[in-house]
């Protein structure tokens, strides 16, 4: 399916990709606010149509999931790539600090219950990857986790890139379609983007100082992201990197991407049996004799 994707965001599925290498903007695109609103909504109805036959087929489902450093832009894209979806169609699901109860389970549990039903979209904000990123960074969590018999932590996170490439493949072939997408903000426009929470009332909620405390940690989560993406590439699961700086460019091609996966499906409607459509005949004749 993935090869009718064509875009150059799709991480290697060789570990060749390279955090210092990827696109945080690309040079030369840009939309004006009529342009992307135009483009924007074209894509909305790609997905809203063929979203509609898969809700009808109810064979596969589709996994959506949104990484990123903090204020690079996944709730308004998520926001943007969904709307006109129909509510019924789509579940959204925030992943943030475990609960006591899902820390004892695995850490597979708490996404894997969220996981979409067939003939549904299903939409992570942030998901199991927190546990070869932010764990990664702050491997102190593990001690909440009270794992028995840990691994040294080399090994420990090698394991737990094989469960994830193991669930997703089990998902995959299962009927999920996974597409996952980093969205690649700078370390210069994250701080431009602090500085607007802080100067702009309206967007004094959204700033967290906890949210500049990681920010000491960047060329740490730089280093798990690649690893991360890099391990758990794969043509069942693809990771995109997609540019965050300028967020009109970034919702546009992340809606690209999700429409071209959709198209790809060959989605149709159900067709019923002759004998069930004998039955609806009937059933017309005598609705229109009443």
């Not at 992340?254 to 067709?271: C, G, W």
Request: glycine share 4%; proline share 4%; net charge neutral.
């Amino acid at each position: 399916m993935f090869d009718a994707i064509k875009n150059n965001f799709l991480v290697p599925f060789d570990g060749s990709f390279s955090v210092e290498n990827s696109l945080t903007k690309i040079d030369g695109l840009s939309y004006k606010k009529k342009s992307y609103q135009e483009t924007l909504a074209q894509l909305n109805e790609r997905i809203d149509v063929d979203q509609r036959m898969l809700y009808a087929q109810d064979k596969h489902s589709v996994l959506l999931v949104f990484q990123a450093m903090d204020a690079a832009g996944k709730d308004s894209t998520i926001r943007a790539v969904t709307r006109g979806i129909n509510p019924a169609g789509c579940q959204v699901f925030s992943f943030k600090q475990p609960s006591k109860e899902e820390l004892d389970h695995d850490y597979l549990w708490r996404t894997a219950k969220r996981m979409p039903e067939r003939g549904r979209i299903g939409v992570f904000n942030r998901s199991y990857y927190e546990e070869v990123l932010v764990v990664r960074v702050h491997p102190e969590y593990l001690s909440y986790q009270r794992l028995p018999n840990m691994a040294p932590e080399v090994e420990l996170w090698s394991q737990r890139y094989e469960s994830i490439r193991q669930h997703e493949q089990h998902l995959a072939r299962n009927g999920t379609v996974i597409l996952k997408f980093w969205l690649n903000v700078s370390k210069e426009e994250q701080k431009q983007r602090f500085l607007a929470r802080i100067d702009t009332p309206e967007k004094n909620w959204k700033f967290s100082s906890s949210d500049v405390e990681e920010r000491q940690h960047w060329d740490e989560y730089m280093v798990a992201y690649q690893d991360a993406l890099n391990e758990t590439s794969r043509p069942w699961a693809p990771w995109y990197a997609i540019p965050a700086d300028d967020k009109r460019v970034m919702r546009i091609k992340v809606a690209e991407i999700v429409a071209q996966a959709l198209e790809s499906l060959d989605l149709k409607y159900p067709t019923l049996s002759e004998s069930k459509m004998n039955e609806l005949r009937q059933i017309r004749e005598g609705l229109v004799s009443q």
